[in-house]
């Protein structure tokens, strides 16, 4: 199906023809015409499924005519990282047409995104903290609103956003048509989704749990201790491309990146207590192909849309099953493919087994000659198996190939 049958007009047609894509993902082919329909829409998908585009074209479509430099569609996102994809996405979709788009989010000054408020603009991608602030003092007129999104709403929730947003809700006019994408539907979700939409169609791409298909997983059995040596071994041998390392902590991140430059590949740490204008000049550097590694958190890596990402590396295994959906979609998007690689120190091993439980499957083992863990390593329970028992059945594999 090209993009062309969904209704599209031709000026988007030839836009997203230019960035090379000719057919459109499932999350695009459901939503895209409910949304040119004006339907109220909750999307269920995974990161990496193309659902950026599947709200960013319809109101691209929606707004050619009428009037311009009136704020008219409203993006709201969890993190200034994704307002920025969201930003440049709008403009690389809205580049035959006559559009202005602009990024609110804190972080950085006020003043230039009070100039681009005041002088109009017809769409605004923002972060609920940064926007509240410019609402506070008069900077925004809601009055010609006809489009509002929520992206990623269960990050917003995740990060206590959800006051913040019902606050702008209240302030927005109430004809209007939302839509709302989520990698899962949670109980917040869903009461959110209740609170903000009317008589919305649903769209469900794959399992709310899923990870796209094209992603390899394997865990690495490995001692807390040698999980540096390892990481350093594994890409030193990696397949060429783009590798995105996830740390439970800030303070993690910066001392892992250290110590891979120390091994010498150039890594850098992206995480909340860098500036701004650091944080987007190291993710410019990684988009760019300028640095290979990048060690980030949870929180930092939101919004980072990078296609030449081979590998995603999970050097601590998360705490929240789902937030490893949500790491491992950072590869293999738009169908292409990749590794999504976990070390795992037997201390984990719970948490493994939770995740594996959450998608529905097991992860292949291996280990890492000379990295075998110190005690008898650990077998996680089936996944069909009942939640947290006793851990004395439980054993892993210690053979395994290496990864090259």
Request: cysteine-free; proline content about 5%; charged content about 25%.
């Amino acid at each position: 199906m090209p993009f062309a049958s969904l209704g599209l007009i031709d000026e988007l047609v030839r836009a997203v023809t230019d960035e090379g894509y000719t057919h459109p993902t499932p999350v695009q082919q459901e939503a895209i015409p409910l949304a040119l329909e004006g339907r109220d829409v909750v999307g269920s998908a995974q990161t990496g499924t193309g659902k950026t585009a599947a709200f960013l074209l319809p109101i691209l479509q929606r707004l050619t005519p009428g009037p311009r430099h009136t704020l008219r569609a409203l993006v709201l996102v969890p993190t200034r990282e994704l307002a920025e994809q969201v930003l440049q996405s709008a403009r690389t979709y809205g580049r035959h047409l006559h559009l202005t788009a602009a990024a609110v989010y804190g972080g950085v000054g006020m003043e230039p995104q009070t100039r681009a408020l005041r002088r109009g603009v017809d769409i605004v991608v923002a972060t609920p903290g940064r926007l509240l602030d410019h609402m506070e003092r008069g900077h925004v007129d809601y009055s010609a609103l006809e489009v509002l999104v929520l992206d990623e709403a269960d990050r917003m929730l995740d990060m206590g956003f959800a006051p913040d947003v019902r606050r702008i809700l209240r302030a927005l006019p109430s004809e209007r048509q939302t839509m709302l994408f989520s990698a899962t539907i949670s109980a917040e979700v869903d009461a959110l989704a209740r609170a903000a939409l009317n008589g919305h169609a649903s769209v469900e791409i794959g399992r709310r749990a899923a990870t796209a298909d094209g992603i390899e997983h394997v865990i690495i059995a490995v001692d807390k201790v040698h999980k540096r040596a390892a990481l350093a071994r594994i890409l030193l041998a990696r397949p060429e491309g783009q590798t995105l390392v996830f740390t439970r902590t800030k303070y993690g991140a910066d001392k892992l990146a250290a110590a891979l430059k120390r091994d010498g590949i150039a890594a850098h740490a992206l995480h909340g207590d860098k500036a701004q204008r650091q944080r987007q000049q190291t993710l410019d550097a990684f988009r760019e192909g300028r640095v290979d590694t990048l060690v980030a958190t949870d929180i930092a890596a939101r919004g980072i849309d990078v296609d030449g990402i081979r590998m995603v590396v999970n050097y601590d295994v998360p705490t929240d099953p789902e937030a490893y959906v949500h790491r491992v979609g950072r590869t293999a998007r738009a169908g292409a493919h990749g590794l999504a690689l976990t070390l795992m120190a037997v201390d984990e091993w719970l948490l493994m087994g939770d995740i594996e439980q959450l998608i529905g499957r097991s992860f292949p083992r291996e280990v890492i000659p000379g990295f075998e863990p110190s005690i008898a390593p650990l077998e996680p329970r089936p996944v069909n198996a009942e939640p947290r028992r006793s851990r004395s059945s439980l054993r892993m594999r210690t053979g395994g190939r290496r990864r090259r």
